[in-house]
């Protein structure tokens, strides 16, 4: 079979979210590092925009969007499937992936800026210009990555939350070695979406980052050991998820968490994008609509207001609506499990698409 190929970067969030999948789903692929020519000569001219990953197919299309790259290729490949049959399960995976994807985005930037700022300028100049000395490797990379330490405190990790976000982040860890001391992956005995979606951040940022992956290594080794079965699927392609699409208690502490840390925010995203929309009739949607508060752990912080997370959420708001009526009774008993009211009575924007890494109102 002719590879795919995959354009990305070992530092790269998303990359890794795709690669792992690409490895478990025993598609052939080729990987491009994403350095300084390759954004130049191949990824700008392709997608529009500097970004990572892409993939291309080999048949030559082009596939932007680590969430829509692995759609395409778990539905054109068939079973078995990343996505699970069971209604529950399928709404637990797809609501971590948009955890994963979202928000576990702030602790992976607050930790790799905060605690990690040389090591990741150094890996950023080393990506940029592979042959260079580390003196320029380093001075490039403090040039290159300015917009992405910038985003850390963007993102919600202003000095005044580091502690919160920590804290937070700890305990996600702590929730998670529990859970991983039982279940090789989050449903059982297969990766789902979910997987995929939690490894992007556990494994670019937070097992590789040098300082990020002692504390790991301290305080999660099942956690470690999930990350490197991620990374090299002992068996890619088998295992199964759990049967009678139940989940397992372990993860619920994690989908507390989900919806009592990021649901508020989304639901305050979407009443902002709706706003925005009726005052800006026929205007392109751009990827951050001003500011707006959250709650970490009882502390307050601001943070940019990204509407691309709606039209991640608006994917899991179609699988929770169209489950069928006894998987509906199933999943609203969970809703009610892990606080997940604001989920089950959002008030959703208008239909959207997504626009490169914004949204756009869907066609009519
Ligand atoms: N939602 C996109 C996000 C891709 C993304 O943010 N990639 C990062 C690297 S991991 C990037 O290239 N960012 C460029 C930017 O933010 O301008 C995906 O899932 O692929």
């Not at 937070?206 to 099942?222: E, F, N």
């Not at 997940?340 to 626009?355: E, K, W």
């Amino acid at each position: 079979m002719t590879p795919y190929t995959l354009y990305g970067a070992e530092i790269s969030y998303y990359t890794g979210k795709v690669r792992a999948f690409l490895q478990w789903k025993g598609l052939p692929f080729v990987e491009i590092l994403a350095t300084g020519d390759v954004y130049r000569q191949f990824i700008v001219p392709r997608v529009g925009f500097a970004v990572i990953p892409v993939l291309t197919t080999p048949e030559g299309a082009t596939l932007q969007d680590s969430t829509d790259i692995i759609e395409a290729l778990d539905r054109r490949h068939g079973e078995p499937s990343v996505f699970p049959a069971g209604g529950v399960q399928r709404l637990a995976s797809v609501l971590l992936e948009l955890y994963g994807d979202e928000w576990l985005l702030i602790p992976a930037m607050h930790y790799r800026w905060h605690h990690n700022r040389e090591w990741a300028l150094r890996a950023f100049g080393a990506l940029n210009a592979p042959e260079a000395s580390p003196e320029e490797q380093l001075e490039l990379g403090s040039r290159r990555a300015a917009p992405f330490a910038q985003a850390a405190v963007l993102l919600g990790g202003a000095p005044h939350m580091q502690a919160a976000i920590e804290r937070s982040y700890e305990d996600l860890l702590a929730e998670l070695n529990t859970h991983f001391a039982e279940h090789p992956y989050l449903l059982g005995g297969r990766p789902s979406i979910g997987d995929f979606g939690l490894y992007g951040p556990l494994y670019a940022h937070q097992y590789r980052d040098s300082a990020s992956g002692a504390l790991m290594r301290r305080l999660a080794p099942h956690v470690v050991a999930w990350v490197e079965r991620m990374q090299q699927p002992p068996a890619p392609g088998s295992g199964d998820f759990l049967p009678c699409d139940t989940l397992p208690p372990t993860l619920l502490p994690v989908l507390r968490r989900m919806m009592r840390e990021q649901m508020p925010v989304l639901e305050d995203t979407a009443q902002r994008l709706s706003t925005w929309l009726a005052e800006h009739p026929g205007t392109p949607v751009p990827r951050t609509l001003g500011k707006h508060g959250f709650t970490l752990e009882g502390e307050h912080g601001e943070r940019i207001v990204r509407p691309y997370a709606l039209w991640m959420l608006q994917r899991v708001r179609d699988i929770y609506r169209a489950l069928k009526p006894m998987e509906r009774t199933q999943a609203d008993q969970l809703l009610d499990a892990i606080g997940g009211n604001t989920f089950r009575d959002f008030q959703d924007p208008p239909r959207l698409v997504r626009d490169g890494m914004s949204v756009a109102l869907a066609p009519a």
